[in-house]
């Protein structure tokens, strides 16, 4: 059974909590990305997702079913194999940076291809599929992986077992991470998007790992 998540200030652990921010932002940029440079779809959003395969699915231009049920597809798949990471996770942090890690590896490899399929020309075009699907499943497995360690999942918003200021923290880094993911894929393109996004995660992982408190939570 899936813990529940524990009640979280921006106070306790602080490592814990800003490497969950970072998270959040991280998940708002690429949502945006995806959203701007991939066939209109989210990668961390189910729901929106849903909501766009009708929209393909009753004829609304604009919208392909494709694109929607390979994100779904890869999110599926990324928290399966959440399922299977989190067992070997002895502690919250620990599993939160291990999380953070395989995010920030899917999301670069993500960015290369995509750089690399504008240099053969392949983009647009259905090659946009291998990028989607490892954008999602990135979402999936971190998302997935930070409910299993019962840690508040935070995309966009907080659980009911956070406070209302982590709320709004979690909030305003989400949509400052949409703003900063839009801003980057509409001027450097989303590779380059991408590959920002995944550096960002890595380096917060990075340093969160060195910190002591990280393996209190």
Same mark, same amino acid.
């Given at each position: 059974?899936?813990?529940? /998540?524990?009640?979280?200030?921006?106070?306790?652990?602080?490592? %814990?909590?800003? %490497?969950?921010?970072?998270?959040?932002?991280? !998940?708002?940029?690429?949502?945006?990305? #995806?959203?701007?440079?991939?066939?209109?779809?989210?990668?961390?959003? $189910?729901?929106?997702?849903?909501?766009?395969?009708? %929209?393909?699915?009753?004829?609304?231009?604009?919208?392909?079913?494709?694109? @929607? @049920? =390979?994100?779904? !597809?890869?999110?599926?798949?990324?928290?399966?194999?959440?399922?299977?990471?989190?067992? &070997?996770? !002895?502690?919250?942090?620990?599993?939160?940076?291990?999380?953070?890690?395989?995010? #920030?590896?899917?999301?670069?490899?993500? &960015?290369?291809?995509?750089?690399?399929?504008?240099?053969?020309?392949?983009? /647009?075009?259905?090659?946009?599929?291998?990028?989607?699907?490892? #954008?999602?499943?990135? *979402?999936?497995?971190? $998302?997935?992986?930070?409910?299993?360690?019962?840690? /508040?999942?935070?995309?966009?918003?907080?659980?009911?077992? =956070?406070?209302? +200021? *982590?709320? %709004? +923290?979690?909030?305003?880094?989400?949509?400052?991470?949409?703003?900063?993911?839009?801003?980057?894929?509409?001027?450097?393109?989303?590779?380059?998007?991408?590959?920002?996004?995944?550096? *960002?995660?890595?380096?917060?992982?990075?340093?969160?790992?060195?910190?002591?408190? *990280?393996?209190?939570?």
């Amino acid at each position: 059974m899936t813990p529940a /998540p524990a009640p979280l200030s921006l106070r306790t652990p602080a490592p %814990l909590v800003r %490497l969950l921010l970072v998270l959040s932002a991280s !998940a708002g940029m690429v949502d945006a990305v #995806s959203l701007l440079g991939m066939e209109r779809v989210l990668a961390s959003n $189910i729901a929106g997702n849903l909501v766009f395969a009708a %929209l393909a699915g009753a004829g609304v231009p604009g919208f392909a079913l494709l694109p @929607c @049920c =390979t994100a779904l !597809a890869a999110y599926a798949a990324g928290a399966a194999a959440a399922e299977r990471i989190s067992a &070997g996770a !002895a502690r919250p942090g620990h599993g939160l940076v291990r999380a953070a890690a395989i995010e #920030s590896a899917l999301l670069i490899l993500a &960015g290369f291809l995509v750089l690399g399929l504008e240099r053969a020309g392949l983009l /647009p075009g259905h090659a946009v599929l291998a990028v989607i699907a490892l #954008s999602a499943g990135a *979402m999936g497995l971190r $998302i997935t992986l930070v409910r299993r360690l019962g840690l /508040p999942d935070l995309p966009g918003t907080a659980n009911a077992g =956070t406070s209302g +200021a *982590m709320r %709004l +923290a979690a909030l305003a880094t989400f949509l400052g991470g949409a703003a900063a993911g839009a801003v980057l894929a509409l001027h450097a393109g989303p590779g380059a998007a991408l590959l920002v996004t995944g550096a *960002m995660v890595l380096g917060a992982a990075l340093v969160f790992a060195r910190n002591p408190q *990280m393996s209190e939570g």
